[in-house]
Every structure is written in C-alpha cells, then in structure tokens.
C-alpha cells in the first residue's frame, strides 16, 4: 500500500525511495556518455524499447531520469522527458508532435522566446492562430478541422493575464485535441494543469524549480488523460505496447534524441536539490509579492500594476479559484515622468537580470529587451508599454524589499 505524502516530503524522499547506489540520499550525478553491456541482447532491447535502461546519454542518464521521476511526481502526471532548457522542450516537441499542414492555436501573450519559436515553425510552414487565451470562446473561434494543439501558459509574462485554463481543457477534451500548458509561472506546487485535464505540461526548470540561479534546464510532463491512439501523427515505429507510452516516447525519440537539447546531468543534479525547497521558496516569494503588489498599488509613481492577487486584476477570481498562490512574477508601469533606466539603476538590493524564479529579487525594462524583437505594435497588442518593468521577486525580508523601492520611485 501506498502512503500519500505532502509535496515536501515527496521531494525530499524521492531520490532516496528509488534506492540509489551505495544508500546515497540523492542520484549521484552519472557523467558517462555511453553505456555497456555483456550481452548484445540487452543493448538491443534498450534501443527497442523493449526493456528499459540507458544507451546513449543524448537521450537520458540514470541522473536526468531522477529528476524526470520527481518532476513527474510534483505534476501527478504519467512520465516526463527532460531538457537543456524549457525552450528545447517546448521547441523539441512541436518537432516530434506536429506536422506540416497542422494547425495550432496559441495564446497571444505568449513569452517572446515562445512566440518567435512558434514564428520560426510558421516560417517553414506551420499554421499558428494567436488569440486571446483568456476567453474560451476566442479559442474555440480559431480551431479548424486541421488543429492538432492548443498551447497557452498559466500566467503570461509579463503582464500577467490568465488563460481561460479550465474551459480550453474542457473543449480540448471534446474535441480530442492536444493541450499544452506551460506551467513556468505557477509551478506544480501551486497549480496542476493535469487538474484542467492538460495533455501536456512544460516547465522550466531553470526558473522556481530549480530556484537559485545556478541550472538551466526544462521539461515535458505527459499527464496521462490524452489518448494516444487516436492522434494521426504517432510514427507506426512507436506504435507498440502501452498506448499511454506512445506520446512520452516520440517526444524522447523524435524530439530530445533528433534534435538533442539534452540536459547535462550537473544540471540535472542541481535544480534536484534545488527542488527540494520549492514550497518554503514559493510560499516566501508569493508573499512578499503580494506585499509589494500592495505597497506599488498605492504609490503615486507607479501608472500601474500587473499582479493576479490584486482584486482589480482582470483574471483575479479565476487565479483564486485555481492557484495555491499568485506567483512571484510581478509587473509595473512606471508614470510617463519617471525614468524606466534612471528608476532601476537607483535599485541597490534589486538585481538587474533577465531570468526569473531567482532567490533573489529581478528586474528588467520589458519593452528594450526580452520583447524588443516584437516590435511596438505588437508590443501595444500584449500591454507592454516603454515603462514597463518586470520583477522576479525573492525571499529576501519584506520590509528590505519595500525600502530598495521607495527610495529608487523616491
């Protein structure tokens, strides 16, 4: 009999549960590219999938594969393929997953790195339809009978809208359709998208999961609930045996293997370490977020803010509803007089960077940087003025937070 045990106290134990070598607490970090065997056999067995077990480190590592183990844990999904970043996971999946004549539609609030990945595969012919997620009704206007996916992200960056999570996996569902939910910004400790009957779910490892800075990483969770024999663009080579497998294999065979965005296992150990602090991490950056939500809310410099746990946040009540917290990301828009460089350069705690998930508090201007390529009017469309900037807040104390702010808005 299975115990059920707290998403903590899973983490931890995870490792340690799988009986590692020597009664090692943690996966030892495995850094053979390839791997023997005394009888041909067995080899050729791994690479029919036939019986599991490692080959070639390009497409997994007895250490990535703990960390796939315990990501597939916190998702309550089925099985997980990692990768050297979140990017190569998502990128790497439409790869093994869609076809030419597809069609998919995404949220039009995508993070610029997703939007121009999905740009690329539309300048070699794929047909993406971008409409705003937030409503069901937008998404069910753009299918066609040719839409094999619906990629939104739980809480869009920067401005922070929601997608209509609930009602899109409901027609999903209806319409056999894929639905992949980039879960970066909520984490699974604060939100499942399994829960939104998701097909898929992508994470950046490199953000909160891993939390500190020091790992890029990402991965896929199949969740279980698609049904795999009923999607036309499974390879007959992968058509064998469980009917659950068949997705999570061509992603790791069409997707991580061909287009070999691998995740090194240095990296694979460190974001699962990392892991093991993700609720106390989450539940500290969450409320000082929300603390400075409040405070930024109230101040005269501040045009406007972007946060799902402020109660005039369009998407309020169906964050409450859905999410364990609001999340760390945190966005503002400075009045017109102030000076978006000026303002962050007065910042002495707050650190100047583009990642997000840190440890530490973040800042970056939105508009002259990871959205600069977009363009202004596309810009415009997403809500990103010129004074916008966006924050990763950490669990630095509260109160040294709200006084780096003051002074720099002062």
């Not at 400075?292 to 501040?302: D, G, K, R, S, V």
């Not at 169906?318 to 000026?342: H, N, P």
């Not at 910042?347 to 363009?375: W, Y």
């Amino acid at each position: 009999m299975t115990t059920k045990r707290g998403f903590t106290t899973t983490l931890l134990h995870s490792d340690r549960l799988q009986k590692p070598e020597h009664g090692a607490l943690h996966k030892p970090i495995h850094t053979s590219v390839t791997f023997g065997y005394d009888d041909v056999q067995d080899l050729v067995d791994v690479f029919q999938n036939k019986t599991s077990g490692y080959a070639y480190s390009r497409q997994g590592s007895p250490t990535v594969n703990a960390l796939e183990y315990k990501v597939t844990q916190m998702e309550k999904g089925f099985a997980s393929v990692c990768f050297a970043t979140g990017m190569a996971g998502i990128a790497s999946t439409i790869l093994a997953l869609i076809k030419q004549g597809d069609h998919i539609v995404a949220s039009s609030y995508l993070f610029g790195n997703t939007r121009s990945v999905f740009q690329s595969y539309m300048d070699m012919g794929l047909d993406v339809t971008f409409v705003d997620a937030t409503d069901v009704a937008n998404v069910e206007s753009a299918l066609k009978p040719n839409t094999r996916m619906v990629f939104v992200e739980t809480i869009a960056n920067p401005a922070t809208q929601i997608a209509d999570l609930e009602a899109i996996g409901k027609l999903c569902e209806q319409k056999r359709i894929l639905y992949m939910v980039d879960n970066t910004m909520t984490t699974p400790y604060l939100f499942n998208p399994a829960d939104v009957k998701a097909s898929l779910v992508a994470n950046s490892l490199t953000k909160n999961i891993g939390g500190h800075g020091n790992a890029l990483g990402g991965c896929i969770t199949d969740t279980g609930l698609f049904d795999w024999g009923s999607y036309p663009n499974i390879y007959d080579v992968y058509k064998k045996g469980d009917v659950k497998k068949w997705g999570i294999t061509q992603i790791r065979k069409k997707g991580l293997r061909d287009a070999g965005g691998t995740m090194a296992p240095e990296a694979a150990h460190y974001i699962s370490i990392g892991a093991e602090t993700l609720a106390l991490r989450m539940d500290r950056s969450t409320a000082n977020a929300m603390a400075l939500a409040t405070y930024f809310e109230a101040h005269p410099n501040i045009k406007k803010v972007f946060y799902p746990g402020l109660e005039n946040h369009s998407q309020h009540n169906r964050a409450k509803k859905l999410f364990k917290g609001f999340g760390t990301l945190l966005s503002i828009e400075l009045v017109e007089s102030m000076d978006c460089f000026a303002f962050l350069n007065a910042l002495q705690l707050v650190v100047k960077s583009s990642n997000l998930g840190d440890t530490r508090t973040l800042s970056i201007p939105v508009a002259h940087t990871i959205f600069n390529e977009l363009g202004k009017e596309k810009r415009a469309e997403m809500g990103i003025s010129d004074n916008m900037i966006r924050l990763s807040i950490g669990i630095e104390d509260k109160d040294d937070l709200i006084a780096d702010f003051a002074a720099a808005l002062g």
